[in-house]
């Protein structure tokens, strides 16, 4: 069975660019999560979807994000316009019910 | 709000010796307790879990006690080797609401050398 993948590997953009993530959560899985470590910090959360819904976005940092699962499979995460402050690994990861599977994340970098 | 707190690293030890990464806690109610690891290049994975008081959470020699009366989860192994060389987070989880984010610390590297 595959696991949760995640493209680009690594992004590296300029500030006020924009940058869109993606997540292909594993097959069933309704719950998916999106996550970001900054330069050495802790992990932070940033949003659960349930199936196409979102369930709680109280981590989402600012207007310059969006989050989208259309269909509710793979979801995307777009950062527009990029800032310095955003960089970092941003980990996706999903779940059937309580164990939830990381993907390898995808280390975003703005100069 | 809730929180995790666990030791700064890096932590560098020789093959075989005993390890002990410090993890304690801040949590309005009842949390579960997780380590991660995360391997270089790959994802975070589920090292163990604990869900209540005085559990103890153990997976490829690693074990954790969830300690109630100090807010700690401290992640422990008899003999490390050059294989357990990663990142390791702590984290928790309330399972009292709805809400299932993971709430992690900063993540301790361990390096071990043969």
């Known amino acids: 069975e595959a696991g949760v993948t995640q493209f680009p590997s690594h992004s590296v953009i300029e500030k006020g660019q924009t940058v869109t993530l993606r997540c292909d959560p594993i097959s069933g899985h309704d719950n998916l999560y999106w996550y970001r470590r900054v330069m050495g910090k802790e992990i932070k959360f940033l949003l659960h979807?349930?199936?196409?819904?979102?369930?709680?976005e109280s981590g989402m940092p600012n207007n310059r994000f969006l989050a989208e699962r259309t269909g509710g499979t793979y979801s995307t995460l777009k950062v527009q316009p990029a800032e310095l402050e955003d960089s970092g690994v941003y980990f996706c990861?999903?779940?059937?019910?309580?164990?939830?599977?990381f993907g390898p994340g995808t280390r975003l970098t703005v100069l | 709000g809730d929180s995790v707190t666990q030791m700064e690293g890096p932590v560098t030890l020789s093959e075989e010796a005993f390890l002990t990464i410090n993890c304690t806690y801040t949590?309005?109610?009842?949390?579960?307790l997780f380590w991660y690891v995360q391997y270089p290049g790959e994802g975070l994975q589920l090292l163990l879990k604990a869900t209540k008081a005085d559990d103890k959470g153990s997976n490829k020699g690693f074990e954790a006690t969830y300690r109630k009366e100090t807010t700690s989860f401290h992640l422990e192994k008899g003999s490390v080797q050059v294989s357990d060389s990663a990142v390791y987070f702590c984290a928790l989880r309330m399972m009292n609401t709805g809400f299932q984010k993971l709430v992690f610390g900063t993540g301790t590297r361990l390096l071990v050398s043969p």
């Open positions: 979807f349930v199936k196409e819904s979102k369930q709680d």
């Open positions: 949590a309005t109610g009842y949390p579960s």
């Open positions: 990861a999903s779940s059937l019910n309580n164990e939830q599977f």
